[in-house]
């Protein structure tokens, strides 16, 4: 295969498409990029809504005129009717002017044009996908960072282990979630039978609805009504059927009419009675558990210490340094180079790139942005596990870029040219956007990384793009260590040993994104090209 055919090979890593088909509606919430695009059109409804308020308030003044003209009549008793002319005006406004008041297009003109406005920006507008999609970045939260739903609900961030409560983030200005938000999101758990989430999200949701209940709101789409019932069910589901029994009753005493929820009770009240204390005792619920993850509780241990980890940086054969790699392209302007870690030896070189080269390269890569997939076989997959957006970067299509290779190149002493090494990659992460436990080398020999027909991945240079607030650490399993989100900076570790194995400490992961918009481009360099770079050798240890 010839070098020609190996660089359209290198294609087959990246999503195809037009910019404007990659900035669709689809998956809005995998990328902050996207979320913030979302902003516009509802922008464009607020002007909308804005103007449907200004015809409305002109109706309704119209209509407070009238109805104080008539009122003016009514009070003044001294007024008889006997005067004819009081008598045709009354005739009149009971035969015409109230049928006009009440059959009025004006109303149906103002809701028509507020319809029309929306359905004009209908179409760039999240899908049910995405309210399911952030809904359950939420639980990854939650889950991750060992979040509190109260604490959610109020707009703040902090940590609850059995007494003990850490505040992970302060915002500046608190949000709070609405009865109708945490219903939204117990609902996404309910429908998927996943009970541990849902319960304490529909709990939050009914004392929310408890304390507002008599208030309407336009925007909502549940109630108070509905939040019992979706939460005794789930509380039935978990075996906790005095909690579902309590729940129901409530429900009745808000819809008595309600049948459905009538022979429930019936049912709860004649499982309690036949089985006594034992369905009244309430159930441990246990965490779904994740198949395709066995190393989850260090993967959310090192997650949470959030890249902070000071008795890690405290062993003394770490150690920081000017590099230059006897590189005359790095003479006069050496690396600063940090080693974070020996087995696997990972370095962290802070300032690699510049703020206006960052930049650049997030602008560049986001109208080309799709959701990113992983390898299965020889398929490549949209996955639970991965919630992002990627696209590739030829150096084609800045100088820039080939500035960066070249540094890359003479930082690693790696050749870096196609084939040799992918296209980079920008990847903009989602709400609470992760990556969870991987190799960035292939583990299969099917993998489509065998097409580009120049080996195995045997090396990785991350650079950071951005600066996050809160969480997207780096967090490597079997090191036991995680490298906090450093702007500008750039990570580089080995995939293989100098065997060609793979290094299996180099199981690594991207913790979800707490608060921030989190962007990364990874270069990825194959074994072809670099043999008497990094020269083989039989110590699997090497």
């Known amino acids: 295969m010839g070098p020609g055919a190996r660089l359209a090979l290198l294609a087959l890593l990246a999503l195809g498409g037009d910019p404007a088909a990659a900035t669709g509606r689809e998956d809005t919430f995998s990328a902050l990029t996207s979320v913030a695009r979302a902003l516009a059109p509802e922008r464009r409804l607020l002007g909308t809504l804005r103007r449907y308020l200004r015809g409305e308030e002109a109706r309704l003044r119209d209509l407070t005129r009238f109805y104080d003209k008539v009122l003016s009549l009514h009070e003044d008793l001294k007024i008889p009717v006997v ?222 210490t959030l890249g902070s980890q000071p008795t890690h940086y405290q062993i003394p054969s770490l150690y920081c340094s000017y590099e230059t790699n006897s590189s005359p392209y790095l003479l006069l302007q050496p690396a600063r180079k940090e080693v974070v870690h020996l087995r696997p030896l990972i370095a962290l070189y802070h300032d690699f790139v510049s703020d206006e080269e960052a930049q650049k390269i997030r602008e560049l890569a986001e109208p080309w942005l799709q959701r990113s997939v992983v390898a299965s076989g020889e398929k490549q997959l949209q996955v639970e596990y991965r919630i992002s957006k990627s696209a590739w970067l030829k150096d084609t299509v800045d100088p820039m870029l080939v500035t960066l290779d070249h540094r890359i190149a003479a930082l690693t002493g790696l050749d870096i040219q196609p084939p040799y090494a992918e296209y980079l990659q920008v990847v903009n992460y989602g709400i609470g956007g992760h990556y969870e436990p991987h190799f960035d080398h292939a583990t299969s020999p099917s993998s489509p990384l065998y097409r580009m027909k120049s080996g195995n991945r045997v090396a990785t240079f991350m650079i950071y793009l951005s600066s996050v607030e809160a969480g997207g650490a780096t967090a490597f399993i079997y090191g036991n260590f995680s490298v906090p989100v450093v702007k500008n900076a750039a990570l580089f570790w080995w995939n293989l040993h100098r065997s060609g194995e793979g290094d299996g400490d180099t199981l690594h992961a991207g913790c979800p994104v707490l608060v921030g918009d989190k962007w990364v481009a990874n270069k990825w360099i194959h074994e072809y090209g670099q043999e008497f770079r990094r020269p083989c050798s039989t110590n699997p240890e090497d």
């Open 83 to 304: 005067n004819p002319l009081l008598a045709f005006t009354l005739i009149k406004r009971l035969q015409s002017d109230w049928r006009n008041v009440v059959h009025s297009l004006e109303a149906t003109e103002n809701i028509r044009a507020l319809k029309d406005g929306y359905e004009k920006v209908e179409q760039d507008l999240p899908a049910f996908e995405d309210l399911e999609g952030a809904a359950r970045a939420l639980m990854r939260l939650q889950d991750v960072y060992m979040l509190n739903v109260k604490g959610l609900a109020r707009g703040v961030f902090q940590r609850v282990t059995g007494s003990s409560i850490t505040d992970l983030y302060s915002p500046r200005q608190l949000f709070s979630l609405t009865a109708d938000d945490c219903f939204q999101v117990g609902k996404v758990a309910y429908d998927t039978g996943d009970y541990y989430h849902a319960i304490p999200w529909l709990e939050e949701a009914v004392s929310l609805f408890r304390r507002a209940y008599g208030e309407w709101k336009t925007e909502d789409e549940a109630s108070l009504e509905d939040a019992l019932d979706y939460l005794a069910f789930a509380c039935f589901q978990v075996g906790n059927v005095s909690c579902a029994l309590s729940l129901s009753r409530e429900f009745l005493v808000y819809s008595p009419d309600n049948k459905r929820m009538a022979r429930n009770v019936l049912k709860y009240e004649r499982l309690l009675a036949e089985n006594g204390h034992q369905m009244a005792a309430e159930t441990a619920i246990q965490r779904p558990n994740v198949p395709h993850l066995q190393t989850r509780d260090t993967y959310e241990g090192l997650c949470q």
